[in-house]
T-cell receptor, first 115, second 112 residues
Framework: EAGVAQSPRYKIIEKRQSVAFWCNPI?????LYWYQQILGQGPKLLIQ????????DSQLPKDRFSAERLKGVDSTLKIQPAKLEDSAVYLC?????????????FGPGTRLTVL | GNSVTQMEGPVTLSEEAFLTINCTYT??????LFWYVQYPGEGLQLLLK?????DKGSNKGFEATYRKETTSFHLEKGSVQVSDSAVYFC???????????FGKGTMLLVSP
């Protein structure tokens, strides 16, 4: 089966600019997560979707970050306007149903550099 | 709150050496415990997991045992290879919530 797709893989922008990241999880994975991984730290959850509904966005800086998953399949994460501290790798993960419900499958990530 | 603490890296070993990466956790309830690995340029991959006390997860020669009494889940491998060079993350989920809480990661460098 195809893995989790993310694009772009790398993005460099200047502060106050906008940026968007795209994720397509494995087919059938109803739960989708966006994590932020700052250099030298472990990933931290930004938002979790179940199908097209938000389950947890308590850690999402809503003044500048937004995310959607309109059809319950692929998802977009946007930052507007970006700050220097948003420089990080943005990871998307999906989780299916059934016997392996604990396992999250991660994409390769998008590395964002804000100058 | 829930948290995971890992030993700081990098851990530098010669090929065929024994590996231990320490991981301890703080969590409400009885968490499930995971080790993820991140190879250069790739996404996180699940290496192994354990869902209850005294369970041992194992994969690719790596193993870790869920120790409730010491709240630990140390990763071990008897003989590392150069291809094991990567960053290893210990993580947990708590019952009823699927979100992973990660440690900071430990870089492993294996030289020939």
């Amino acid at each position: 089966e195809a893995g989790v797709a993310q694009s772009p893989r790398y993005k460099i922008i200047e502060k106050r600019q906008s940026v968007a990241f795209w994720c397509n999880p494995i087919s059938g994975h109803a739960t989708l997560y966006w994590y932020q991984q700052i250099l030298g730290q472990g990933p931290k959850l930004l938002i979790q979707f179940q199908n097209n509904g938000v389950v947890d966005d308590s850690q999402l800086p809503k003044d500048r970050f937004s995310a959607e998953r309109l059809k319950g399949v692929d998802s977009t994460l946007k930052i507007q306007p970006a700050k220097l501290e948003d420089s990080a790798v943005y990871l998307c993960a999906g989780r299916g149903a059934g016997g392996r419900t604990d396992t999250q499958y991660f994409g390769p990530g998008t590395r964002l550099t804000v100058l | 709150g829930n948290s995971v603490t890992q030993m700081e890296g990098p851990v530098t070993l010669s090929e065929e050496a024994f590996l231990t990466i320490n991981c301890t956790y703080t969590a409400t309830g009885y968490p499930s415990l995971f080790w993820y690995v991140q190879y250069p340029g790739e996404g996180l991959q699940l290496l192994l997991k354990a869902t209850k006390a005294d369970d041992k997860g194992s994969n690719k020669g790596f193993e870790a045992t869920y120790r409730k009494e010491t709240t630990s889940f140390h990763l071990e491998k008897g003989s590392v290879q150069v291809s094991d060079s990567a960053v290893y993350f210990c993580a947990l989920t708590i019952p009823g919530y699927s979100t992973l809480t990660f440690g900071k990661g430990t870089m492993l460098l294996v030289s020939p």
